[in-house]
């Protein structure tokens, strides 16, 4: 029987606006959205009620750590590292997995059996040095249903070696999207720049997606594809981001950043409480799920969705944090309740024991769907 739900009162948070509105759930799934004024009929079976008055809606935010979490192997700290991501308000976890020469397939497998574990959804993707990658490793990868490449980079002429039209081959039917990662070392900022050009360049030529970590890149749209060329914005330029996001409201800026990473002065308040929630939704939430390629399964309260909600009470927002220091969103966890797949699985400031296990692994992941 489908089990049926409906939250009332609370006012959703969408990446443009705030609205009051009720939530239908059925099997995990967003059914409706609306403000209900309809009368109950006493024939129907009644849905469960949550009470959501005084509560703002979120969609849930997607986790994307630094260090890969599958290396946890003793249960009692991954638990402890996700119930992390969980009380920031993640309900998707994005993990990267680098394989080593003598793994074959069956021990690929094995390191990822840390995630059985996981109270939330999350999503593989494959670490591989820029050396590595070309055609035939590329593709064996994409042939396991491995929607994302982390290619780690340190100097200009790894990425002028790569070829390039090998590579951009297998995207009309695969469309995977490469994230490039600078390795920190010795190399002069002019050297980090050459490389950063090289593969803006290469990747624009290709039509090739690909998600840049360096922040600065990204505040130069010039030199930049609006579609191919998404930027993971650093915590010290999450604010300047999220300043011209404000200032151009509807303008597609190809800006992510996971919730973690993102970094505000509260001192200069140069926005409304509501706006803020909205941009963080947009950078941390929806634009991550659309350049993972979850959205709008993940990161919307849209019919259709998966519901993945995030109850924050409303006077709990910005109001309990010293203005004399920067906000960091990593160390205030805000949530009072989250909910993954229409399962409660942290509520009232508590987690649920029975929620370990629940997660599954998304493989239809479509980085190219959207635009950012």
């Not at 996981?118 to 490793?137: F, K, N, T």
């Not at 300047?240 to 404000?246: K, V």
């Not at 160390?331 to 909910?339: A, D, G, L, Q």
């Amino acid at each position: 029987m489908r089990e049926e739900m409906v939250i009332r009162g609370g006012k959703i948070v969408t990446p443009f606006e705030v609205r009051e509105a009720d939530i239908w759930i059925a099997d995990g799934k967003i059914t409706r959205i609306a403000k209900d004024s309809l009368p109950k009929f006493s024939q129907a079976k009644p849905s469960v009620e949550v009470d959501a008055a005084g509560m703002y809606l979120l969609p849930g935010f997607v986790a994307v750590p630094d260090a890969p979490v599958y290396r946890l192997r003793e249960r009692n700290d991954y638990l402890a590292g996700i119930r992390g991501f969980i009380k920031m308000g993640c309900t998707s976890l994005v993990d990267t997995f680098y394989a080593e020469t003598w793994m074959n397939h069956s021990q690929i497998e094995y390191q990822q059996t840390s995630h059985f574990n996981s109270p939330i959804d999350y999503v593989w993707h494959v670490g591989l040095d820029a050396r590595q990658l070309e055609g035939g490793e590329a593709g064996k990868w994409m042939k396991h249903s491995y929607p994302a490449l982390h290619i780690k980079a340190k100097f200009a002429e790894e990425i002028s070696s790569i070829n390039w039209e090998t590579i951009s081959g297998l995207h009309p039917s695969n469309k995977t999207i490469l994230h490039l990662h600078v390795l920190p070392g010795s190399q002069a900022r002019e050297e980090r720049e050459r490389l950063l050009q090289n593969w803006l360049a290469a990747t624009r030529y290709w039509k090739i997606r690909t998600v840049l970590s360096d922040s600065a890149a990204g505040h130069n749209l010039a030199e930049a594809d609006p579609y191919y060329h998404i930027f993971r914005i650093k915590r010290e330029w999450t604010e300047r981001a999220m300043r011209q996001m404000y200032r151009h409201w509807f303008r597609s800026l190809p800006y992510i950043a996971p919730l973690h990473d993102v970094q505000l002065d509260i001192r200069r308040s140069w926005y409304g409480d509501e706006e803020l929630l909205c941009l963080l939704v947009r950078l941390a939430s929806a634009n991550v799920a659309k350049a993972v390629g979850l959205y709008p399964k993940k990161g919307a309260l849209l019919p259709g969705a998966d519901a993945d909600i995030i109850f924050l009470k409303k006077e709990n927002w910005l109001t309990k944090c010293d203005v004399s220091t920067i906000l960091n969103f990593s160390e205030w966890h805000f949530p009072t309740s989250v909910m993954s797949n229409g399962k409660w699985i942290y509520r009232d400031r508590r987690f649920c024991s029975s929620s370990v296990g629940w997660g599954r692994c998304l493989f239809d992941t479509k980085p190219y769907t959207y635009v950012i």
